[in-house]
């Protein structure tokens, strides 16, 4: 793994951009769906049947900071921030034991779910044509989060590298399409992200942006396996200088 990773960040730039370029923008979630379960002592513990983590709260965006810069083999950079937030009551239909602690049939529970991943990712432009490009490296992502059942709280905090492409086409000046994929499987451990995105220049520059993202995580942590998907779409603004 770590030869791989070293590989990727070692990778020379095939075409190097001709001037500076910045790109800022947020989007903002319209619509969010989770699926999955934690698994703790031996008990799966369905989010959505179980805990009704169905509710969202806030925070539900993403932002980002993309340079592409013209100096051989020094690494293009991109920064991105992203967040989820959930939170549900459920009356349980079975037993289940979460953190040690039992919950019983009938019970009432109160529960939520937070994830901020921040992803510093350098990568290399190998391929720039007038109609696509391509772009590899290594996204970093610090994953900071919890789930409370209850009173009971199993904190997240890991850092993560990720292989990362992302393939844009830009079929007409006001026009781009790009389709964006990190990916981890390493000793049982999986993280997954896939996102694609239209992007129309407005004006100068400014650009509205719509994009569907579904996200993969699966871990574990202190012994508990954290298994869970998100669909998102988003819908947002950037702007290029």
Do not use: C
Request: charged share 25%; aromatic share 8%.
């Amino acid at each position: 793994m770590k030869k791989q990773i070293m590989s990727l960040l070692l990778l020379n730039s095939l075409v190097m951009s001709d001037s500076l370029e910045l790109e800022v923008g947020f989007n903002y979630a319209t619509d969010k769906t989770l699926s999955g379960m934690v698994s703790s002592n031996g008990t799966e513990i369905d989010v959505v049947e179980d805990l009704n983590l169905e509710k969202l709260g806030n925070n539900q965006g993403e932002g980002w900071i993309n340079l592409k810069h013209f100096v051989p083999i020094l690494p293009n950079i991109k920064i991105e921030n992203s967040e989820s937030h959930y939170y549900g009551e459920s009356t349980l239909s079975k037993e289940i034991t979460f953190l040690g602690f039992v919950f019983t049939i009938s019970q009432d529970v109160i529960s939520e779910m937070h994830m901020e991943k921040q992803d510093l990712t350098p990568y290399y432009n190998v391929l720039d044509l007038d109609l696509l490009s391509v772009d590899l490296g290594v996204s970093l992502r610090s994953l900071d989060g919890m789930i409370a059942v209850g009173d009971k709280v199993e904190t997240i905090k890991e850092v993560i590298p990720m292989f990362y492409t992302e393939i844009t086409s830009n079929p007409t000046d006001s026009l781009k399409l790009s389709g964006q994929v990190k990916y981890l499987n390493i000793d049982g451990d999986k993280i997954e992200e896939k996102k694609g995105t239209i992007s129309y220049d407005i004006w100068k520059g400014l650009n509205i942006d719509v994009a569907y993202k579904s996200e993969e995580i699966d871990i574990e942590v202190d012994g508990s396996k954290i298994k869970i998907e998100e669909e998102t779409s988003l819908v947002g603004l950037s702007y290029r200088f």
